[in-house]
Each structure stands twice: as C-alpha cells, then as structure tokens.
C-alpha cells in the first residue's frame, strides 16, 4: 500500500457509513498500529439523500486530513456514486450494490460489484447490518487493515447482543468481495463489468 | 460567532464522545443550515486513555479542516485536559468536570466546570449519558447551535427507547452550564475559579 491510503464509504443517511468509518480507523489505528483519521463534513453538497464519511490511513503522521485522492469508494446509492467518484485516483477501487448502482462512472479504476443491501437482508438477515457487509468487503478488497484487527474493533463497538450478527455480516462481505474480485479481474482489459 | 468555530470533546475511550460530536455537527448543518465538519484522529498521542473528537462549524466551507484554535473545550479527564488544551484561542471556553480534572492549565479563558459524570449518574440515572450532558452543557455555554436543532440531533442519532432519557440529560447539562457560567462571570478576573 502506498504511505497514505483515503477510503470514503458512501450511500444514504441512516445507512451507518460513520460507523463503518470508526470502525475501519480503529481497526487501523489501535490494533494494526498505524495512524487514521476518520471524518464528515456536512454542507450543501451534503443536502438531499446522499451521505459519506471518510477514512485516511497512513504510516506517516497525517498532515492534511481531507480526502483528495480516494483510493477505495463504497457506493451504496446510484447518488452517492454519481456524488463522490469524482477524485477517484487512477487504479482505485469502487465499490458498488450492483442493485442499486447501474450507471457507472468512467474511469481507470478496479469495479467490484455484489449486491450489498441484499446480501445483509437475505444472507445475513438482517438488512441494518449492510454497512457491515460493505465493511468487510472493502477490508477485502484494500487490504489495508488486516482481517483480525477490524474483527476486534467490530467487537468494540458493537452491542453484545449483536456481535454476532455483525461478525457474520463482516465475514460475508469479506468473502463476497473475494469472489466478486476474482470475477472482476479476470474482466480487466478494455471495460471492467459488475460480477454479480 | 466568529465565522469559523471549533469544538472539542475530550475525555476517555468509551465516553461517548465521537457521539456527542457528531450529534453537534448535525445540529449545525443539517437543522442550523450550516457547515460543519467532524473528525478523530487516531496516532500515537491517542494512545493510553486520553480520547478527543472534534467538530468545526462554519457559514462557509471549511477549506481546512483540522481544528488548530479551539474555541471550546470540554475535558472530562485531568489526562485529556492536559493533553488538549495547549491550542486553546485567547478566550475560549473550557468546561470541565470538576470533580476530576482539578489541575487547570494556565491561560485567558472561561472556565466552567460541574461534576458533569456525577450529575449522569445520580441526576439523570445513567452514567452513560454524561456525553450527552457535557453535549447540553457546550450548547449552552458556546451558543453555536440553537438548543432546538440539538434536540433534534439527538432524537434522530438515539435508540427510540433512550429518547427521553437522553433529552433528560441534554436538559439537566444544559441548565447545569448556564448556572455555572453566572458564577464564573462574577469571578472573572484576574483568574477564572471552578464553580461547583
């Protein structure tokens, strides 16, 4: 991974892409040892149905906290999507519910597409825990926290009763994106395409 | 209020913090109609138990978002007190909990301080909520967003059967802060006093 790594989760209000967001910096920070910083800015572009928060990574002291050149976006929401791929860095991955998310951004970047929200609901079972699904698919596809560090600060900040729940959730997205980037590299060459 | 507005919520891990920032932003840009960004950061300074999250408030955007003159500050902890308040602006509000953070940094500010954990347990009834009354008694004491828009915050980020005992606890902090700040006025001066 390159010294400072930005990941931005995206989608509606009420889908707790905060969360998602604490959870991948503690990950990051307290047990993988690095440093994050974990934010959300609220203004007119904010308005309306789409809604983000972002992670910076990094080895390094983190000197400008604002996100310029995302290196992983979720996209939960064709809007979200369509508001905020605009600073994806050339061989960023984008995330997206292939659902939900139809019209693509073009774009040299690493598509990786399953359906999330359904995933959470019929897999899962519960359709409140697709931002962790999501979760574990982005810690799938950047790599950049391990496996067992977002286990525990999942543990951390989820209530008893729910841990469960939510470690299935994690494990799920986890495996789904593994597959689903299978899929979408053996599709690298021209075009990428969804896998569903 | 200046254009530009930073708070920042520092105690302990597990203290609510993150929470409490995050309901101050949304009462500041999605029912105050302004911007606002909230963050933490997670480095080697966060280590041990001192824990802080932050919130900048503007009518305009926010180009930078670190906050690096805070205008208010609440420590729940002499270990978070001491860690971040050496970039407090001439004047800013300090607000501490008095019965724990006894030793008060030098400087030209309010200080206001009431034994905000104590008052979650024994006035409120729940520990847990001292974020929430620290939140109430920031409101209160900055007036940088209206108390209407941060019940709203706060009804729409709280589980529905801890409404009332979260508007409970905003209420008593806020009132709290307003009290103890009458008496920290009269003892402005050459030095600001803790008032219990």
Do not use: W
């Not at 999501?134 to 926290?145: I, P, Q, R």
């Not at 999942?154 to 994690?170: D, I, M």
């Not at 979408?184 to 021209?190: C, L, P, Y």
């Amino acid at each position: 991974m390159s010294q400072r790594y930005e990941l931005r989760f995206s989608g509606a209000g009420g889908q707790g892409l905060i969360l998602a967001g604490i959870i991948m910096a503690e990950a990051a920070a307290i047990y993988d040892g690095k440093q994050a910083l974990q934010s959300q800015s609220y203004g007119p572009e904010a308005r309306g149905g789409a809604s983000k928060s972002e992670v910076i990574i990094s080895d390094d002291p983190i000197d400008y906290p604002k996100a310029t050149a995302v290196d992983a976006l979720l996209a939960l929401t064709q809007e979200a999507c369509d508001k905020y791929s605009g600073d994806l860095k050339e061989g960023a991955i984008l995330l997206v519910d292939s659902d939900l998310v139809k019209k693509i951004p073009k774009g040299d970047f690493l598509l990786v597409g399953f359906p999330i929200i359904n995933t959470a609901k019929n897999e899962v079972g519960r359709t409140i825990v697709a931002n962790i699904v999501a979760l574990g698919a982005m810690v799938a596809l950047t790599g950049v926290v391990t496996k067992a560090s977002v286990e525990k600060a999942v543990l951390s900040r989820v209530p008893e009763a729910f841990r469960e729940l939510n470690l299935k959730a994690l494990q799920i997205g986890f495996d789904k994106a593994m597959s689903a980037r299978e899929t979408s590299f053996t599709q690298m060459g021209e075009e990428f395409h969804l896998s569903r």
